[in-house]
Nanobody, 122 residues
Framework: QVQLVESGGGLVQAGDSLRISCADS????????MAWFRQAPGKERDFVLAIRRSGGSTLYGDSVKGRFTISRDNAKNTVYLQMNSLKPEDTAVYYC???????????????WGQGTQVTVSS
C-alpha cells in the first residue's frame, strides 16, 4: 500500500528557495514513477515535474523549467522538489503522486498525498 505524505511547505519571499519532500510509508516506492503537481485557488491541478522510478530522467512543466528540480532517494522512499527563484505565481498547494506511467497527466497517477501549501510573497 502506498501512503504519501508531503512536508516542508511554508511562507517564503520572492526569489527564495524551498525544498519540499514526499515520503512513502510502503514498501513499493521504487516501483513507481513519481510526480509533483500543484493547484492554486480556483485553478486546475497543474503538472510540475516527474521522475522515473529509476531516477534516470525527468519531465518538466514549462512554467518551472530552469528553476525547479525533482529528485528521489529510493533507499529513503522519498521524492524531493527543489524550488529556486520562487515567484508569487508559484503559490499553490503542492501534491506528490505515484503511478506506473511516466507522464505529465494526472490520470496516470493512482496515489496522491494530501498536499503541502507553498506561499510566495512579493
Amino acid at each position: 500500500q502506498v501512503q504519501l505524505v508531503e512536508s516542508g511547505g511554508g511562507l517564503v519571499q520572492a526569489g527564495d528557495s524551498l525544498r519540499i519532500s514526499c515520503a512513502d510509508s510502503g514498501r513499493t516506492f521504487s516501483t513507481y514513477d513519481m510526480a509533483w503537481f500543484r493547484q492554486a485557488p480556483g485553478k486546475e491541478r497543474d503538472f510540475v515535474l516527474a521522475i522515473r522510478r529509476s531516477g534516470g530522467s525527468t519531465l518538466y512543466g514549462d512554467s518551472v523549467k530552469g528553476r525547479f528540480t525533482i529528485s528521489r532517494d529510493n533507499a529513503k522512499n522519498t521524492v524531493y522538489l527543489q524550488m529556486n527563484s520562487l515567484k508569487p505565481e508559484d503559490t499553490a498547494v503542492y501534491y506528490c503522486a505515484a503511478g506506473w506511467v511516466y507522464s505529465s497527466q494526472t490520470a496516470n497517477y493512482h496515489y496522491w498525498g494530501q498536499g503541502t501549501q507553498v506561499t510566495v510573497s512579493s
